[in-house]
């Protein structure tokens, strides 16, 4: 299994950080992709080496940490970074009006910045979305030309807007929530495409059930695979393979 989402250099995992990724590789956990939250993310993750894991780095900053005026030099230093060939992605970005609406044309600033690296780095974008649908559809609207990849990580919308997020090229992230009683996620979940489908933990965040509460790691993520095979009626092997295959083909594993 891949995590396609997991923030495993934040210091939430400094105490027990190896025993975080033995517990992931015996839960059969092989890549971990990391968003960045911002630029100090990035010396986070080079510090986290290969094990039985392979880790992904990625570069941008998340919608809630966009600042009153964007860095002149912001889009010259993400397309730096995500043009290296050890950088898979660009995010995480997109918008979240959930936290705070103060910044809303900064954040949309910020989010036409990133789908423009994206475009120019030719890489997925990774995009975080909360109480702010309408806006982010558009966005990627605007920007699709049809060179744009990416995914909405952690999906939570309507069958109709994952429909809609489908036809604009984007592929959907799964996370703990569909694994909620009460969210009604898995309910949509089921009507749309298993194989626009990648996992994610969001690591800290976000624990699936029956770990809920507690900080999420990405040995969890067999919760939420468990789920998705409960959903789709397949066995855990095969919502294993399907959404391994995908994420590699997304990030382009396979070429290099
Ligand atoms: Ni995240």
Redesign the pocket.
């Known amino acids: 299994m891949i995590d396609t ?1 997991s ?1 495993i250099y934040l210091e939430q995992f400094d105490d027990d950080r190896d025993e975080v990724n033995r517990r992931a590789a015996e839960a059969g956990v092989t890549g971990i992709f990391m ?1 960045a939250i911002d630029l100090d993310s990035i010396p986070k993750m080079e510090k986290l080496k290969h094990t039985d894991i392979s880790f992904y780095k990625m570069a941008g900053i998340h919608p809630t940490e966009v600042s009153d005026e964007l860095p002149e030099d912001l889009e010259s230093k993400l397309t730096e970074f995500c043009s290296r060939d050890d950088y898979y992605g660009v995010g ?1 970005t997109g918008l979240d009006y959930y936290w705070s609406t103060e910044l809303v044309e900064q954040q949309k600033k910020s989010f036409h910045l990133h789908c423009r690296v994206a475009k120019e780095v030719q890489k997925p974008i990774i995009i ?1 979305n909360r109480d702010s649908t309408d806006d982010m559809l558009e966005i990627i609207e605007q920007e699709q030309d049809g060179s744009l990849t990416g995914v909405w ?1 952690c999906f939570n919308g309507t069958v109709e807007e994952g429909k809609r997020a489908l036809n604009l090229g984007l592929h959907l992230g799964i996370g703990g929530v569909v694994t909620f009683k009460n969210g009604g996620v898995d309910k949509t979940v089921a009507r749309l495409p298993l194989e626009k489908m990648i996992l994610e933990t ?1 690591a800290p ?1 976000l624990s699936p059930t029956p770990k809920r509460g507690k900080r999420n790691e990405p040995a969890f993520m067999k919760y939420t695979a468990e789920k998705l095979a409960d959903i789709f009626g397949l066995s855990l092997e095969e919502v294993d393979k399907q959404t391994t295959e995908t994420a590699r083909r997304l990030f382009g594993l396979d070429q290099s």
């Open positions: 989402h923030h968003p995480e975080h990580h969001d965040y």
